[in-house]
């Protein structure tokens, strides 16, 4: 076990799911408010569309989406988002990571705008503030505390799927363990070492979110 | 309300039964395994030209191979249970005897034979590089400056074609599969991995004439046949099918039949002499 971690770069790995992580949460918050929105606002056309992404994107298998951005969209469409590619691979990795977690995160907002009353949001038009001023000032910030917990899932789902990066060749932790039972062929210790470092990310995600969720709670 | 919840747990309860009737059912199978009723082989499921699984028959080279050596210990045909080795479960399947021995374009490693002993090689392959059909530039390994590769994720091809040639462009994927979707719809130059596999696709009825295996192969990968560590008697008698089995000329007529259509030539040192058991 001990000549696996002196001789790969473990560390290294992890760092880049890591990176992966941190991305693709970005990605996804952004893209999964603009859904949320999208599935409450008083349109019905965005309504539609909104529950249109969550159903098709939150349905569709992970590596499909990976496998489809290289081959599909990349190779065939021509969308290449850089000429090297392992820079290519990284990118397309963190949009379609970010663009199939989104589908979670807007889910996880709809549950948190529920738990604000109705009557909020009619006061909030009777005063006269439009949609989108309601939504910023009152319903959102109170959607966001209500969420934090499925955030918080959606944010270990992200951080494990992650992996699913390695069947377009990215190098991170999933990719080390590849190549590490080709070379040494398979053994428990390999595996315990990936699976150890994933609780060492996810563990701390889990109590840091489970703690927000309470102090941060909206207290009616 | 709550008849659907009954409903809900009941589909529960039974998903849980198929499950723990499945482990068990496998659990209790591996031990007669060695009585002689039958033979356990481990073989790829998706490699054309080697091992694949094709409804429910199994075609390749490895296929002939291992039932040609099942043969002599014994085994016809109809009695050989094949189950699919993938090749990062290849050392866990033979040490948890849920294979009898793995025949499955398993090169012998040092790393490996720590964990199992192999016999053989029953064929010595060699890393190659596979192009389109009207690719002229690529001619060899030492012709890949500036072209664009693919290979599998952490493969010993993938790990070797970047240290030969440090900064190469080369996409991975899961399987070769998707490097043969890349090749054809252009995006790549050329796949790299052992001519056996190459050829093996090449060969495939909707590869032929758009791909050539280039044949000027870089490495040398000696595939053994696997089995559990220490099991001289067995790998002894596997080495001595396969002597026959390259004596009477079947070796040959497996080659030519199962990556002959791709005009693959076994490289140098093909027959090859297996080493002795220890």
Avoid at chain 1, 14 to 19: I, M, Y
Avoid at chain 1, 111 to 120: A, I, K, Y
Avoid at chain 1, 153 to 175: D, F, M, R, W
Wanted: a neutral charge; charged letters at 15%.
């Amino acid at each position: 076990m001990i000549d696996i971690l002196t001789e790969y770069n473990v560390l290294g790995a992890f760092v880049e799911t890591l990176k992966y992580t941190v991305l693709a949460a970005i990605g996804s918050l952004v893209i999964g408010t603009l859904v949320a929105v999208m599935r409450v606002s008083p349109i019905g056309v965005l309504r539609g569309l909104g529950t249109f992404y969550v159903t098709t994107i939150r349905n569709t298998p992970l590596t499909l989406l990976m496998v489809l951005s290289i081959l599909g969209l990349a190779f065939i469409v021509g969308l290449q988002l850089s000429e090297d590619f392992n820079a290519n691979t990284f990118r397309w990795a963190v949009v379609m990571l970010s663009v199939y977690h989104a589908a979670f995160v807007a889910e996880a907002l709809r549950s948190g705008v529920n738990t604000v009353p109705t009557g909020q949001a009619e006061a909030a038009r009777s005063i006269g503030l439009t949609f989108g001023q309601s939504l910023r000032e009152v319903i959102l910030p109170q959607a966001f505390r209500g969420a934090i917990a499925p955030l918080g899932s959606t944010l270990i789902a992200l951080t494990k799927n992650t992996t699913v990066a390695q069947v377009i060749g990215g190098s991170e932790a999933a990719g080390l363990l590849s190549t590490i039972v080709e070379n040494e062929g398979s053994s428990y210790g390999a595996f315990l070492i990936i699976a150890l470092g994933f609780v060492i990310l996810t563990l701390p995600t889990g109590i840091a979110f489970t703690h927000l969720s309470e102090r941060l709670a909206v207290r009616r | 309300m709550i008849t659907r919840r009954r409903l809900a747990a009941l589909s529960a309860c039974a998903a849980l039964a198929v499950g723990l009737a499945a482990c068990g059912g496998s659990d209790s199978s591996t031990g007669d395994s060695a009585s002689g009723a039958g033979l356990k082989v481990g073989i790829k499921f998706d490699q054309p030209g080697l091992g694949l699984k094709q409804g429910s028959e199994y075609k390749g080279l490895d296929v002939d191979v291992a039932t040609y050596v099942a043969g002599k210990l014994g085994t016809p045909a109809d009695k050989i249970t094949w189950v699919q080795a993938p090749s990062a479960q290849r050392e866990s399947l033979i040490e948890t005897g849920q294979v009898d021995f793995i025949v499955a374009t398993y090169s012998i490693t040092d790393a490996r034979k720590e964990k199992v002993s192999f016999a053989g090689p029953y064929l010595i392959a060699g890393q190659d590089l596979l192009v389109r059909a009207d690719e002229a530039a690529i001619t060899g390994p030492e012709a890949l400056a500036g072209k664009k590769l693919c290979s599998v994720k952490g493969s010993t091809s993938a790990q070797k074609v970047k240290d030969q040639n440090p900064g190469v462009n080369l996409q991975e994927f899961a399987t070769y599969s998707e490097c043969m979707a890349a090749l054809t719809s252009r995006a790549v130059d050329a796949l790299t991995t052992d001519d056996t596999i190459l050829a093996g696709y090449a060969a495939q009825e909707q590869y032929k004439g758009k791909v050539k295996v280039v044949g000027k192969t870089f490495s040398q990968e000696r595939y053994g046949i696997g089995l559990k560590k220490g099991n001289v008697d067995l790998c002894t008698k596997i080495t001595d099918a396969i002597n026959s089995m390259i004596k009477d000329g079947d070796w040959q007529k497996a080659v030519d039949a199962n990556l002959g259509p791709a005009g693959y030539k076994p490289g140098a040192g093909n027959p090859p002499t297996p080493d002795a058991c220890s």
